[in-house]
């Protein structure tokens, strides 16, 4: 159908803005997207359904992952710039209380961050409109534009505004970046696959003197009441020093364990918290907001990440990892990577040649996740078993040096070359395992 060609900052009702790449979503998967498109100097429409700053449920927990990139697209996460550094990881279980240090590797920083998403995701956003993307706010997107000719997706239809006008956005390529709710992919036909790892978290914040703990705290073990051997809670946890006089407190449970159909979550978080000491600060009268949750899309549980125009990135193609509940790293490095490919992709003709290239996105996602995404798959499944995590943490916490190979492997951290022998291990075990 044949409509008007505009370029406004905003669009009204029935217009048509059109763009190089439009991107669904300006979480950190679209932002990042839009940034490394924008640098080349593509024009780029970055479509919100929300406006800046705006919440987002997550721990606030940056592995060093994914401060390499941040780094890579120039954002400085120095003290001074608002970020809470941490050293390593903290694992509580079984009686264990152990701090390993992340990883000192040539290919990632040696330090984590925590910031709040709610001006994570605003500076994220923030930097992409600062190297030329065009941002539009307060737009839902409601689905995508097909040319009934060829069946390729050519835009996206959405409702923008206080009055929710109607307005449709046209363009060659498609960056889904839209979350677990991944509307673009479901109205293609790109349903949630139901044998890959799904969980759900949820999370609160309290004033707590545990504010500036520079290490991130992960408990295996959930204990209701005291002593703490009372009764056993399903699921893991985790503290997280924001360093404004706050922590982000959370837990969440995966859909291997019999509990995750049967739980209030909310009076889950209430019940483990009731167990922890007091004195640091995790009660009611402390309690900053509501308990906010949302879902954990994982180990590629959306697929194929391209069709007809669109890609996949982030939490919209499963991205989540497996072994830790990550989603933020893999929502920068997975848009940078589409806007790699958009960016060779645009530079072909319209036809054969620029689909062959397009066509080459999923497989570069499933070479640099899919085998470790199914070791991830491998790993959920056994700690689904109760009698199997108990095991391990009743073996694997006293013994530091396979502690340290088992951080390496959940947070996804090794030198691709070389590297000492826990690396080798691990990447040999990633190079064998499928990447479907």
């Known amino acids: 159908m044949a409509m008007a060609t505009t370029r406004p900052d905003g669009a009204g009702g029935g217009s048509t803005t059109d763009a190089d790449v439009i991107v669904v979503g300006a979480g950190p998967g679209g932002s990042s997207a839009a940034y490394h498109l924008a640098s080349t100097g593509l024009d780029v429409l970055l479509v919100e359904k929300t406006t800046f700053p705006r919440e987002k449920v997550c721990g606030d927990g940056l592995t060093p992952r994914a401060v390499r990139s941040l780094v890579e697209m120039g954002i400085d996460t120095s003290p001074a710039a608002g970020w809470a550094r941490n050293k390593g990881l903290r694992i509580v279980g079984g009686g264990v209380r152990m701090e390993l240090p992340w990883p000192d590797l040539a290919s990632w920083p040696g330090y984590g961050l925590v910031r709040p998403r709610l001006d994570f995701d605003d500076l994220l956003v923030r930097h992409a409109v600062k190297a030329g993307a065009r941002l539009q706010e307060g737009t839902a997107v409601t689905g995508p534009l097909i040319d009934e000719r060829t069946g390729r997706v050519v835009g996206v239809l959405a409702r923008t505004g206080p009055d929710r006008e109607p307005v449709t956005y046209r363009a060659p390529l498609i960056i889904a970046a839209d979350g677990n709710s991944a509307r673009i992919a479901l109205a293609l036909g790109i349903r949630r696959r139901e044998d890959r790892p799904l969980g759900v978290a949820v999370r609160r914040y309290y004033r707590s003197p545990l504010t500036n703990d520079d290490h991130l705290e992960s408990h295996l073990e959930l204990w209701e009441g005291r002593p703490r051997e009372s009764r056993l809670l399903p699921g893991y946890g985790w503290i997280f020093g924001v360093g404004d006089g706050t922590s982000n407190v959370g837990l969440g449970l995966l859909n291997t364990t019999d509990a995750f159909q049967h739980t209030n979550y909310a009076d889950l978080l209430r019940r483990w918290l009731g167990a922890l000491p007091p004195e640091w600060g995790f009660t009611e009268d402390n309690a900053i907001g509501p308990v906010r949750g949302s879902a954990l899309p994982m180990g590629f549980n959306r697929t194929p990440h391209y069709r007809d125009g669109v890609l996949l990135v982030g939490d919209a193609g499963g991205m989540v990892n497996p072994f830790n509940g990550e989603g933020i790293a893999y929502a920068l ?104």
């Open 333 to 436: 490095e997975s848009g940078r990577y589409a806007a790699e490919v958009a960016v060779q992709a645009l530079a072909r003709a319209e036809g054969p040649a620029r689909e062959r290239a397009l066509g080459h996105y999923p497989a570069i996602i499933r070479t640099q996740y899919g085998g470790y995404y199914t070791l991830g798959r491998y790993f959920v499944q056994l700690i689904g078993n109760p009698t199997i995590m108990a095991l391990g943490t009743k073996y694997g916490l006293p013994r530091p040096m396979l502690m340290r190979f088992v951080l390496k492997i959940m947070a996804n951290l090794t030198d691709p070359r070389g590297g000492d022998a826990m690396d080798r291990l691990i990447n040999a075990m990633t190079r064998l395992a499928p990447a479907a």
